[in-house]
T-cell receptor, first 114, second 114 residues
Framework: DAGVTQSPTHLIKTRGQQVTLRCSPK?????VSWYQQALGQGPQFIFQ???????QRGNFPDRFSGHQFPNYSSELNVNALLLGDSALYLC?????????????FGEGSRLTVL | AQSVTQLGSHVSVSEGALVLLRCNYS??????LFWYVQYPNQGLQLLLK??????LVKGINGFEAEFKKSETSFHLTKPSAHMSDAAEYFC????????????FGTGTRLLVSP
């Protein structure tokens, strides 16, 4: 049973560019959340997707956007990259029904902005 | 708004010694509390959680935590440290398991020496 998978694992971009990160949830999960983890910090909630709609959003600017597909996979898009966007981006999934409060995390996509 | 404070960015113990990682939370309503562990270059893995019921919660790998409402604390303990316990530990809080919007602390790095 595959867990949460994310791609790419590492990427380097320059300021002003755009990036797309991808996530496939754990089998049987239909809810996906994205977190940003800056170096030496705890993860910060970006947003959550369920039924292809953004359901909750954290304190992130509109440069951060996302999408969820019918197969429950998700993308995170960041436009006009800033140096401060350098971080580990974590995707987490959970089942909406019978929610036990546990998130399953992927290994993350490490973004470096130069 | 809820928040989490983890006292001590680094904790060092000897193999076989007691592990104590501190977490205090701030919440206006009864919270749901979690401990996650992150090994190098990996995502987060749930150690244990408190939602309702028994205040002493047992998790994986011999860890446990006790919810103390009067002290607004949820400290993580393990009677005997193992070298494999060396990792980053995050305490997190949420008000509603259905939102998956966790608020994480800044983490505590556990170092275990032989």
């Amino acid at each position: 049973d595959a867990g949460v998978t994310q791609s790419p694992t590492h990427l380097i971009k320059t300021r002003g560019q755009q990036v797309t990160l991808r996530c496939s949830p754990k089998s049987g999960h239909d809810t996906v959340s994205w977190y940003q983890q800056a170096l030496g910090q705890g993860p910060q909630f970006i947003f959550q997707y369920y039924e292809e709609e953004e359901r909750q959003r954290g304190n992130f600017p509109d440069r951060f956007s996302g999408h969820q597909f019918p197969n429950y996979s998700s993308e995170l898009n960041v436009n006009a990259l800033l140096l401060g966007d350098s971080a580990l981006y974590l995707c987490a999934s959970s089942p909406r029904q019978g929610d036990t409060g546990e998130l399953f995390f992927g290994e993350g996509s490490r973004l470096t902005v130069l | 708004a809820q928040s989490v404070t983890q006292l001590g960015s680094h904790v060092s113990v000897s193999e076989g010694a007691l592990v104590l990682l501190r977490c205090n939370y701030s919440s206006s309503v009864p919270p749901y509390l979690f401990w996650y562990v992150q090994y190098p270059n990996q995502g987060l893995q749930l150690l244990l959680k408190y939602t309702t019921g028994a205040t002493l919660v047992k998790g994986i790998n011999g860890f446990e935590a006790e919810f103390k409402k009067s002290e607004t604390s949820f400290h993580l303990t393990k009677p005997s440290a193992h070298m494999s316990d060396a990792a980053e530990y995050f305490c997190a809080v949420t008000l509603n398991t259905g939102f998956q919007k966790l608020v994480f602390g800044t983490g505590t790095r556990l170092l275990v020496s032989p």
